[in-house]
């Protein structure tokens, strides 16, 4: 409930500034967590940056929204969903000026890590604007609206940082977010409610959050130093010390009496199963499409714009496909798609092998993304709707959050385990030979850990009983995380 009743309807001139002005914040968030993979090989030429470097820039952005994202949600019930979002796109956007402006890779990977901050705050608060402010009769619509627009933009997201990257230069990359926040925040501060919910109360779990990003960071730290350190006494201390900070932060959700993350939650046995076949499969995904977009660019030769026009099919397929995929679920039961989608991807991962040197795209590289993105497309939606179902309608917002934040966790891990286990030396990106037999063995490793997703689906996941609620955003492009959702039933 908020402070007013929503009325705005969508064929209003209003209606559209409110939709315009959060696609444009989600947009912000969710093509700059895509758009920065393509742009590596540059970024570590221009700044002189190892593996290690180009590692935290993807993971630093990565760890500080995983570990807050459940907060920012929370701050925006409480103190005001615009003021909130309006606040995390200023940050994203002055954070995003700081990362385009780096003189080097250690301001590069600060000012990552504050953009995820600013993500933290305004990727909740876009889709939390949009039920909350329009009529329930529109509501369904507006959200299709803002699902829809936002997933045109994650999946030209590839191409146009390779447009960039190949043009204006890597910086451009983020310095683009600058003008769309200026555009973004009058129309938001014009045009857009002010709500909040007023059953919001209690002391916000800062202690939770930042146990979880300490502890994340630290394992983060202990993988990606591993291959120029060894078993050195600060990588295993860093280890160490993140693991009991993970448990202490469990004890800690435990007994607050209002935990960011619920531990009641986990008693439903399908919820618990949903999240740890999300572990699995997007652990995958970040370290498929980190790697395979630097293989692209420093084993086939591309350049930038052609690595990200490579990867467009995938999140073409999902733009395109994924309402249709989600129908079929409601039909059929979650199971079998999320069983058979894991194994679609676990395929595509492994045609990768067959890209190296001298490669075709219509014959090697092209049918690993179109299977890639089938495989995709058959489990996101059904993945979404299983987690909204698998609890009371009332918590299922929290619930998405959970199931968000364990997927951007689940990749953080991953790309910065995946060349450790692989093999891959600090200078490994700068040798064609190098990198393409270590990413030899790191694919299999991710159609490993998809498989395992599968196996765990199809021993566990079960068709959700009737008081579950079906995903309202069905377009899905986003390859790092499963959409945010809002409480099932709203619209």
């Known amino acids: 409930m908020d402070d007013r009743p929503p009325d705005i309807r969508l064929s209003s001139a209003r209606g559209r500034w409110v939709v315009l002005t959060t696609v444009l914040g989600s947009a912000m968030a969710?093509?700059?967590s895509t758009v920065v993979n393509v742009a590596l090989p540059r970024i570590g030429a221009d700044l002189d940056a190892d593996l290690a470097a180009l590692q935290w820039t993807v993971n630093a952005y990565m760890l500080t929204l995983a570990g807050l994202i459940l907060l920012g949600g929370a701050l925006g019930d409480?103190?005001?969903?615009?003021?909130?979002?309006?606040?995390?796109?200023?940050w994203f956007a002055v954070a995003s000026l700081l990362c385009g402006l780096a003189p080097n890779a250690g301001i590069l990977i600060a000012a990552r890590a504050l953009q995820g901050i600013g993500g933290a705050l305004l990727t909740p608060g876009s889709l939390a604007i949009i039920q909350a402010t329009f009529h329930p009769d529109d509501r369904a619509r507006a959200v299709g609206l803002w699902s829809g627009l936002g997933g045109v933009g994650a999946a030209v997201g590839p191409f146009l940082g390779g447009w960039l990257v190949d043009g204006p230069g890597w910086r451009w990359v983020f310095l683009l977010n600058v003008p769309l926040a200026a555009l973004c925040v009058p129309v938001a501060l014009r045009h857009v409610p002010e709500s909040r919910d007023p059953q919001a109360h209690g002391r916000f779990d800062v202690l939770g959050a930042g146990l979880a990003a300490l502890a994340l960071g630290l394992v983060t730290y202990a993988l990606i130093a591993a291959p120029d350190q060894g078993a050195s006494v600060v990588v295993v201390g860093s280890l160490v010390v993140g693991t009991a900070l993970g448990a202490l932060f469990l004890y800690v959700e435990k007994r607050r009496p209002d935990p960011m993350m619920p531990l009641t939650l986990f008693a439903s046995r399908q919820f618990t199963a949903i999240n740890a076949v999300t572990l699995c499969v997007y652990a995958a995904f970040s370290g498929f499409f980190f790697l395979t977009a630097l293989q692209l660019q420093v084993v086939v030769g591309y350049s930038a714009l052609q690595a990200g026009t490579a990867l467009l099919p995938t999140t073409v397929l999902m733009l395109f496909l994924s309402s249709k995929s989600g129908e079929l679920a409601q039909h059929i039961g979650p199971r079998l798609p999320l069983t058979v989608g894991p194994l679609l991807c676990a395929v595509g991962t492994l045609l990768m092998l067959r890209v190296g040197e001298g490669s075709s795209y219509?014959?090697?590289v092209l049918p690993a993304m179109l299977v890639m993105g089938a495989g995709m497309v058959t489990?996101?939606?059904?993945?979404?709707?299983t987690v909204l179902a698998s609890v009371p309608t009332g918590r299922a917002g929290l619930a998405s959050g959970i199931n968000n934040a364990a997927a951007r966790a689940a990749g953080l891990i991953a790309v910065a385990a995946l060349p450790l286990l692989a093999g891959m030396g600090p200078e490994a990106y700068r040798s064609a030979a190098e990198f393409g037999e270590t990413f030899r063995r790191a694919m299999p490793m991710c159609a490993?850990?998809?498989?395992?997703g599968a196996a765990i689906a199809w021993a566990t996941v079960r068709t959700p009983g009737p008081e579950g609620g079906a995903p309202e955003c069905k377009v899905h492009c986003g390859v790092t995380s499963p959409p945010l959702e809002g409480a099932a039933g709203e619209g």
């Not at 409480?78 to 200023?90: A, C, I, N, P, S």
């Not at 489990?379 to 709707?385: G, H, N």
């Open 379 to 385: 489990l996101v939606a059904p993945l979404t709707a």
């Open 448 to 452: 490993g850990a998809l498989v395992l």
């Open 362 to 364: 219509a014959a090697d």
């Open 30 to 32: 969710m093509v700059d």
């Open 78 to 90: 409480r103190f005001g969903r615009r003021k909130v979002f309006v606040t995390g796109v200023v």
